[in-house]
């Protein structure tokens, strides 16, 4: 590798060395360098401004109200692309570590891959040089068994980590950087000329954000790559994840601050309720009840945030995307009438996003792809749904946090509990993503099924299936035990499978029992001793930065 003052860099993963060669060039950790040195004095004042208006929060002075300065404002985002005007069918949690499901994704008849450093990939070293290093070499035509020609492929909208993520592997004028600019230095480094030349990007998807002054940062961040790297204004374009309660309150703003450089926005239902828990859960009026028997976007709070997303979006020329299908088709004999009800059910609930008037969605099982290119063509044979315009002139502010009556059941508490468990458990092996009862579950999953028991046990909620009983921590460890036994009687025999399960018990035990709310699990995770401890191990590296 070369080297750079100033630039410190962990050394290659075991068997790696080749990729990480090709990635990590003096020209690259330039890039980084200059990227870094501009950038980030601003990317502390966004992460002081996350802290002051908790603070607000805490002091009870904010309020639900929408304030949008561009609203009276005539104005439209940006002609896009004709590849970006049809963006009905996503890939989602597509970890370009996986290199097996990456290139399968390549091939797929979908109009885009959400390539995923965030939510559907764990940040291991190991899985950084990977997942850089495969997104480089399919750009260049150049990953052993992809196609020939990236711009035969799907669009590449490359997600990288937000800023709530730090890469532990890499230190700057002496400070770790933060994973969103080290993941989009090095990937526009590489590949935003050849992408731009191609017409195929870059694109992106930007999560986490709170706030149009983040948004405002990203488009810094653009305008300054374009002008660094020779591209066309405007070239680079990002669709913003509103996935957080306070961003629902500032859509219009933020989709103007990226106006340039913007596709539109993306709904979402387990980050964005989970948000609800982190800024306002210790409050019981905002006790969210169990998730899989009373939560879903047929509830005003969700149907209202939809609604009003594609409300903005389309008045200003921009796309409304929504979230993630999760199921997973079965195989073997037999499946054949369980594949066509999970087919039908997934059809039936994105037929409802799609009557509502959103321009597309993502699903994560390829072999899905087909039937839901079917619902598309036969619902909305046009690239997009611009011209539905729905009514919000019921949305009020607080109709976004009016949260649904119900309750609290022992499978769904015993379901919270096994996804945050199996999560932090698959974490450890340096997996994003882990599949249950017919489901992919990611860390938008196990953000929500967390949170919810965190609030349960602050609130003493009540079990409405078990009559005088309250969620507490006794509880909650008590069905983790049989959880454990359960699973140390079929899966989990190895005894090194056995001392990982018995840390995710500690670690989730932990996150529940904090007497503060741990905002993010994934960077609880990713900053946990163990965790580095235990990959710097497998990776074989020498040091810690």
């Given at each position: 590798m070369e080297t750079i003052r100033d630039v410190c860099?962990?050394?290659?993963?075991?068997?790696?060395?080749?990729?990480?060669?090709?990635?990590?060039?003096?020209?690259?950790?330039?890039?980084?360098?200059?990227?870094?040195?501009?950038?980030?004095?601003?990317?502390?004042?966004?992460?002081r401004r996350r802290l002051e208006r908790q603070l607000y929060i805490k002091q009870g002075k904010w309020k639900p109200e929408f304030r949008n300065n561009s609203e009276e404002l005539d104005w439209k985002i940006n002609d896009l692309p004709a590849r970006l005007r049809n963006r009905k069918l996503d890939l989602g949690d597509v970890s370009p570590a996986n290199t097996t499901n990456f290139v399968d994704?390549?091939?797929?008849?979908?109009?885009?891959?959400?390539?995923?450093?965030?939510?559907?990939h764990c940040p291991?070293?190991?899985?950084?040089?990977?997942?850089?290093?495969?997104?480089?070499?399919?750009?260049?035509?150049?990953?052993?068994?992809?196609?020939?020609?990236?711009?035969?492929?799907?669009?590449?909208?490359?997600?990288?980590?937000?800023?709530?993520?730090?890469?532990?592997?890499?230190?700057?004028?002496?400070?770790?950087?933060?994973?969103?600019?080290?993941?989009?230095?090095?990937?526009?480094y590489h590949n935003a000329k050849l992408m731009a030349d191609l017409e195929v990007g870059p694109y992106f998807y930007l999560s986490k954000i709170e706030g149009p002054n983040e948004t405002q940062l990203w488009n810094k961040i653009f305008t300054w790559t374009e002008h660094r790297l020779n591209l066309r204004s405007g070239t680079i374009k990002a669709c913003v994840l509103i996935e957080n309660i306070l961003a629902a309150y500032r859509m219009e703003d933020i989709l103007h601050s990226l106006k340039e450089h913007a596709i539109g926005l993306n709904c979402g239902i387990w980050d964005y309720s989970a948000s609800i828990i982190a800024k306002f859960g210790d409050g019981p009026d905002f006790m969210i009840p169990d998730r899989n028997k009373y939560v879903n976007m047929g509830q005003s709070f969700l149907k209202n945030y939809m609604t009003l997303l594609i409300h903005i979006c389309h008045k200003r020329g921009a796309l409304a995307t929504g979230g993630?299908?999760?199921?997973?088709?079965?195989?073997?004999?037999?499946?054949?009438?369980?594949?066509?009800?999970?087919?039908?059910?997934?059809k039936l609930a994105k037929s409802i996003e799609i009557d509502a008037g959103v321009d597309g969605f993502m699903i994560y099982d390829l072999r899905m792809v087909?039937?839901?290119?079917?619902?598309?063509?036969?619902?909305?044979?046009?690239?997009?749904?611009?011209?539905?315009?729905?009514?919000?002139?019921?949305?009020?502010?607080?109709?976004?946090?009016?949260?649904?009556?119900?309750?609290?059941?022992?499978?769904?508490?015993?379901?919270?509990?096994?996804?945050?468990?199996l999560f932090i458990y698959h974490w450890l092996t340096g997996s994003g993503v882990f599949y249950l009862n017919g489901a992919v579950e990611d860390s938008a999953t196990a953000e929500i099924s967390r949170s919810q028991i965190w609030q349960w046990i602050r609130h003493k909620a009540q079990i409405e299936d078990k009559p005088g009983a309250h969620v507490t921590r006794l509880l909650v460890y008590t069905m983790l035990e049989e959880i454990i036994g359960n699973a140390y009687k079929t899966w989990c025999t190895s005894t090194a499978d056995r001392k990982r399960l018995l840390?995710?018990?500690?670690?989730?035990?932990?996150i529940i029992s904090s007497r503060h709310y741990i905002e993010y699990i994934t960077t609880y995770l990713s900053d946990s001793h163990k965790f580095r401890t235990l990959h710097n191990k497998n990776d074989g590296l020498e040091s810690k930065l």
């Open positions: 860099i962990e050394g290659s993963p075991h068997r790696l060395e080749n990729a990480y060669r090709e990635i990590f060039t003096k020209g690259a950790i330039q890039f980084l360098l200059d990227l870094y040195t501009e950038f980030d004095g601003e990317v502390e004042k966004l992460l994704s390549l091939y797929a008849k979908v109009q885009g891959i959400q390539v995923d450093f965030d939510d559907g291991t070293w190991r899985n950084t040089v990977q997942g850089l290093y495969n997104v480089t070499k399919a750009v260049h035509a150049a990953l052993p068994g992809a196609p020939a020609n990236i711009k035969a492929c799907p669009l590449l909208m490359l997600r990288p980590r937000a800023f709530n993520m730090i890469e532990h592997h890499c230190m700057v004028n002496g400070k770790q950087v933060v994973g969103p600019l080290f993941d989009f230095a090095i990937l526009m993630m299908a999760a199921k997973i088709l079965p195989c073997g004999k037999g499946s054949n009438n369980v594949v066509d009800d999970i087919v039908n059910g997934v087909d039937a839901i290119n079917d619902l598309w063509s036969f619902k909305c044979p046009t690239d997009n749904q611009l011209h539905c315009l729905p009514n919000v002139d019921h949305i009020t502010g607080f109709s976004l946090i009016k949260i649904p009556t119900g309750g609290v059941t022992m499978q769904g508490l015993n379901n919270n509990i096994t996804v945050a468990l840390s995710s018990k500690y670690i989730l035990l932990e």
